[in-house]
């Protein structure tokens, strides 16, 4: 079986800040992690993926993620907050290996940008 | 342009009314998904199918029924057994890596 815990539901930061969402995962196999970005009334939109090549994974809009296989995190920063980041952020995890390519979410976070 | 298509963007139900909602993708995927969003709960998974004509319960499959008669084409059926459907449905399909996911379909019950 395999989970994610986002820590926080809620993250709030001024514009020009760090932003730092956590997520930590459960395998019993080596994973494939995944950031998704959701806007407002929108589908996810893929941000990163990290599928066993460089723990340090650079995505889109300027956020990036490092696997730390030892805490079994796969947190997600962006050195300086931008409004348009405003969104709901989703960590996912599914098996790396085998047919089975279901997706398991975290419960996802909030993240709030003020001016 | 390859993607995934989920009909209509908003839908209403009335009490004891069946309603289908509508996923096709033209990306070749074989596997596909439907997730139930409601606010602070993420995504929870209803059902899944990795091949034509054949299809698995997720985690909240009650009240729910699904076909895949055609590679590109998932529908999800919310029935009257559903008590609570008012959700944002949102459907996906997997290549090798990662999910890509349609625009949703917000249903509401009146």
């Known amino acids: 079986a395999q989970s994610v815990t986002q820590l926080g539901s809620h993250v709030s930061v001024s514009e020009g800040a760090l932003v730092l969402l956590r997520c930590n995962y459960s395998?019993?196999?080596?994973?494939?992690l995944f950031w998704y970005v959701q806007y407002p009334n929108q589908g996810l939109q893929l941000l990163l993926k990290y599928t066993s090549a460089a723990t340090l994974v650079k995505g889109i809009n300027g956020f990036e993620a490092e696997f730390k296989k030892s805490e079994t995190s796969f947190h997600l920063t962006k050195p300086s907050a931008h409004m348009s980041d405003a969104a709901e952020y989703f960590c996912a995890v599914r098996n790396s290996g085998g047919s089975n390519y279901k997706l398991t979410f975290g419960k996802g976070t909030l993240l709030t940008v003020n001016p | 342009d390859g993607g995934i298509t989920q009909s209509p963007k908003y839908l209403f139900r009335k009490e004891g009314q069946n309603v289908t909602l509508s996923c096709e993708q033209n990306?070749?995927?074989?596997?596909m998904y439907w997730y139930r969003q409601d606010p602070g709960q993420g995504l929870r998974l209803i059902y899944y199918?990795?091949?034509?004509?054949?299809?698995q319960k997720g985690d909240i499959a009650e009240g729910y029924s699904v076909s895949r008669e055609k590679k590109e084409s998932f529908p999800l059926t919310v029935t009257s057994a559903q008590k609570n459907p008012t959700a944002f449905y949102l459907c996906?399909?997997?290549?090798?890596?990662?999910?890509?996911f349609g625009q949703g379909t917000r249903l509401t019950v009146v």
């Open positions: 199918s990795q091949i034509v004509n054949d299809f």
């Open positions: 990306l070749n995927h074989d596997a």
């Open positions: 996906a399909s997997t290549g090798f890596t990662e999910a890509f």
């Open positions: 395998s019993s196999v080596p994973p494939y």
